[in-house]
T-cell receptor, first 115, second 109 residues
Framework: EAQVTQNPRYLITVTGKKLTVTCSQN?????MSWYRQDPGLGLRQIYY???????DKGDVPEGYKVSRKEKRNFPLILESPSPNQTSLYFC??????????????FGPGTRLTVL | TQLLEQSPQFLSIQEGENLTVYCNSS?????LQWYRQEPGEGPVLLVT?????EVKKLKRLTFQFGDARKDSSLHITAAQPGDTGLYLC?????????FGTGTSLTVIP
């Protein structure tokens, strides 16, 4: 089944404790992206990757890191999480950049709480 | 200030009524997408509009892309409870991808 998977689905952590949220897609997509969704602010792009080893900042990259060492995986790293990073996170992938009208497929989301 | 502004933000209507959701921007987009999101799930693409003035129909949903490619609308005819959800427009004027502020629709049986 074609899908985007994220782990963990739920995470409660404390300020400053490094964490990684994994994202994997099995559709051989070139483009992958991370978003966060907050009440009143909607979905905002954190980082995106056009291809392996090519990543770039989205609208809200501060406090996050990503890597794209292989096509299928795009982990999101919070090296020193803070309470303002409490949010619902979505990973997405598409064949190419969705600006070209490609469909983005979203993972199920990761609900992160930073105490 | 959001790049893509949607209106209304909330909409509660009776089953069978018609409604229109608007998505506006000051930027030009090569394409705009409409997504629907259920609580606790990721957005799912409904349609992509590409050409200025384009109209696309998906059963009871009609999507229009403005002539100047800065705005779009979603019209639902004879809304049903199954249409309940968060509707999002989205697009990329450059390399970054933006979502609209969202319209939360509730259709009451």
């Amino acid at each position: 089944e074609a899908q985007v998977t994220q782990n963990p689905r739920y995470l409660i952590t404390v300020t400053g404790k490094k964490l990684t949220v994994t994202c994997s897609q099995n559709m051989n997509h070139e483009y992958m992206s991370w978003y966060r969704q907050d009440p009143g602010l909607g979905l905002r792009q954190i980082y995106y990757s056009m291809n392996v080893e090519v990543t770039d900042k989205g609208d809200v990259p501060e406090g996050y890191k990503v890597s794209r060492k292989e096509k299928r995986n795009f982990p999101l790293i919070l090296e020193s999480p803070s309470p303002n990073q409490t949010s619902l996170y979505f990973c997405a992938s598409s064949p190419y950049h969705p600006r070209g009208a490609d469909t983005q497929y979203f993972g199920p989301g990761t609900r992160l709480t930073v105490l | 200030t959001q790049l893509l502004e949607q209106s209304p933000q909330f909409l509660s209507i009776q089953e069978g009524e018609n409604l229109t959701v608007y998505c506006n921007s000051s930027s030009v987009f090569s394409s705009l997408q409409w997504y629907r999101q259920e609580p606790g799930e990721g957005p799912v693409l409904l349609v992509t509009v590409v050409t200025g003035g384009e109209v696309k129909k998906l059963k009871r949903l009609t999507f229009q892309f403005g002539d100047a490619r800065k705005d779009s609308s979603l019209h639902i005819t004879a809304a049903q409870p199954g249409d309940t959800g968060l509707y999002l427009c989205a697009g990329a004027p450059g390399n970054q991808f933006y979502f609209g502020t969202g319209t939360s629709l509730t259709v009451i049986p």
